[in-house]
Structures are given as C-alpha cells and as structure tokens.
C-alpha cells in the first residue's frame, strides 16, 4: 500500500526546514521499504500570493486526499497588515478546521545532550519528558460572534468569543486518558474554573470522562500556575490537557525548556487519526532563506508522521535515533549551540541525519 503524504512548505523558513525532512523521509522510506508518494502545495502567505487565497481550493483538494500533510510554518511580516480574515494564519486554521484536526500534540522531550541550551539548570529539566495534549479547533480560536467593530459612542472594540461543547471537552479529554495511560499514568488538566464558566465546564467534563480512565491520575491546575509551574519544576507533569488558546501559550513555554523551540515535532490529529505534522516554532522571516533554520523539529515530525499515521514505528524509531546521533556527534544549529560553539547550516544538518540513517 502506498501511502499519499502532502507537502505544505509555507513561508518563511518554512520551505529550507521541509526541504530536509523530505530528504530525510524518502531516504528512511526506502530504508525501510515504504512506499510513499509526494505531493506539494501551497499554503499561507505564500498561497495568497500565489492563488488568492491563505487555504486555496486546490490545497483543500489535496489535503482532503492525503493520508498525511507535512507543514513548514505559515505566517510573515509581508501578510501582516491584510484584515484579519485573509492573513496567512488564517490558511492554518482553516486547513486545522476543514480535516478536524482536533488534537494537538506537542511532545516536550529534553535531549540529554541539550541539558545546557535549556533556559532553565540543567538539573530542573534533565529527562524532562512532557506530553502537551492542546484542543486545537475550537475554543477561543473559532468561537463566534468575533470581531472588531464601532461601538455606539464611536470608540471601537475588539471581541471574540471563549466557547467549548461537551462534546468538543469529551473527545480531546477521552485521548488525553488514552495517551497517559501508555505513559506516565497522570493526567493534569488546566483551566481557569475560578473565573471563566467555559473552563468550569471544561473540568467537569474532564471529571466525567475520567470516570472511565481509573488507572490515569487526574488532577487540574489553573493555567497561570501551570506557566509557573512549567518553569519551576516541569518535570512534576506527565500529560497536560487544555483548550486552544492556553495550550498555544504553554507549549511554547514548553518547548523552551527543552533547549529550542527549534526541536519541537508536532501532530495534529482528527478522529481517524489522519494527521498534519509540523515544527511547533513559526516562519521565522528574520532568517528565512539564509540557511540557519534548524530543520530538525521538522525532521522530528517526520518520524511522529511515521509513528501516528503511517503505522511505522521502526522507521520513527530509527529518524529519532539519528537525531540524537547527530546530537552525540556535537553539530549545532545556532539556536542550540553554546558560546563559542561552531555551528552549521539546515542542509549541514540534513546531510548529518540522512549519513546517521546509514
Ligand atoms: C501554533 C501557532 C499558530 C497558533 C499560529 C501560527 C496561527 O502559534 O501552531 O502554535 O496560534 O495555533
Ligand atoms: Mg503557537
């Protein structure tokens, strides 16, 4: 069976950090005999100027095909003054929203190697393993009524809306349960139930569905203490669950942790587990096309594409092994290198993993 994978390289640095992890996704395939086949598209900014449109139809069209979509980053400086409706970001949400990828995993795994690039002493984050499970289609995020608009006095306001169904708590907090219970067996989930009604029935929900996962423990934490938390002593946490807007801001924090958000893999899933697969960090225009980036959190998506879609965990085992290879060999992109350290380049970094792959 052929597996059809889509390939969305976006703005940015979008384009340079795809372009390895398909190198290194054709190399494990034939490495290890799975055939897959490739297609390209466009999205985001780089599809406004292209085809009109962040999310254009022929993107739709192919997407809704694939058995697994591979994102660079969408988003940059020369979208930012389009009305809100039409700016890049929007192509992401729209593609999240369409395949009803409702779950957001944003794994936060330190490597050894990279205890010293943590913003935090080693000792806080050495094996620090987290697993940030975000709801990511709903929420604040595509809540309406939103907008800007004039008030009746003539000054002008800004609104949207913070809304979550049962049903929308129900699924993301039943995969929650499922996914700490082949980890850790322990399950927080933030809010804010001590001022927002949404995250009051958010726990109540999430208390319901619990009642089905006796082996996971529960326990909640408002959401400015979880920021606290995750920097004081992240390693106290196993899997997080939480809304859009909450699980975006502490992911980042997350990701910081681990050194770089340079090295955050992300999967983002719908009900049958077709997923689109991404770096957790953003377009980062300021060095786009100067061959900088640090492709492996791409690299890394590949391997949670193999592992959660492609049902190849051999080869997802054998990408993230090369990654700690190229680590162990010392070669630092410049987000993850120390003072004084010399650095390489995206494609440098590719050619390490695909020479680890052999
Ligand atoms: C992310 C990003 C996106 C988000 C932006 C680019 C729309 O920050 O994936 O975390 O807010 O979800
Ligand atoms: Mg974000």
């Avoid at 205890?115 to 499970?133: F, M, T, Y």
């Avoid at 050194?259 to 899933?269: E, F």
């Avoid at 587990?273 to 300021?286: F, N, Q, T």
């Avoid at 440098?348 to 695909?354: C, K, N, S």
């Amino acid at each position: 069976m052929s597996h059809s994978i889509l390939l969305l390289p976006g703005d940015g640095i979008g384009p340079e950090v795809v372009q390895q992890a398909r190198r290194v996704l054709e190399h494990v395939a034939d490495k290890h005999g799975l055939s897959i086949e490739l297609a390209e598209g466009d999205l985001g900014g780089i599809a406004i100027d292209r085809q009109g449109a962040a999310y254009p139809d022929a993107t739709r069209a192919l997407a809704r095909q694939a058995d697994a979509i591979l994102l660079g980053a969408v988003g940059g400086p020369k979208w930012d003054s389009l009305p809100p409706a039409e700016r890049a970001e929007r192509g992401l949400l729209a593609i999240r929203a369409d395949l009803d990828l409702f779950a957001n995993l944003r794994p936060a795994i330190l490597f050894p190697q990279l205890a010293s690039a943590s913003s935090l002493k080693a000792e806080l984050v050495a094996g620090l393993d987290i697993l940030i499970v975000r709801e990511l289609t709903g929420g604040i995020y595509f809540g309406e009524p939103r907008g800007i608009r004039e008030r009746d006095d003539g000054e002008r306001e800004g609104f949207n809306t913070y809304i979550y169904r049962e049903s929308e708590i129900e699924r993301i907090a039943a995969l929650a349960f499922e996914l700490a219970a082949k980890r850790g067996g322990r399950l927080t989930s933030v809010d804010k139930a001590n001022v927002l009604e949404v995250t009051m029935l958010w726990r109540e929900v999430v208390e319901r569905v619990a009642q089905n996962h006796p082996d996971v423990a529960l326990d909640h934490i408002y959401v400015d203490n979880a920021a606290m938390q995750l920097v004081r002593a992240p390693k106290q946490f196993d899997v997080l669950v939480t809304g859009n807007i909450f699980g975006d801001i502490l992911s980042d924090t997350a990701a910081m942790l681990t050194g770089s958000i340079g090295m955050l893999p992300s999967a983002s899933l719908n009900e049958q587990s077709r997923g689109l697969y991404e770096p957790v960090h953003g377009s980062a225009p300021d060095i786009a096309g100067q061959n900088k980036a640090n492709p492996l959190a791409t690299i890394l998506s590949v391997a949670m594409m193999l592992r959660y879609s492609l049902d190849a965990p051999a080869a997802a085992d054998d990408i993230e092994a090369a990654v700690s290879a190229v680590l162990d060999d010392g070669l630092r992109t410049g987000d993850i290198a120390e003072a004084g350290a010399s650095i390489v380049g995206t494609v440098e970094m590719g050619d390490a993993v695909i020479a680890a792959l052999n």
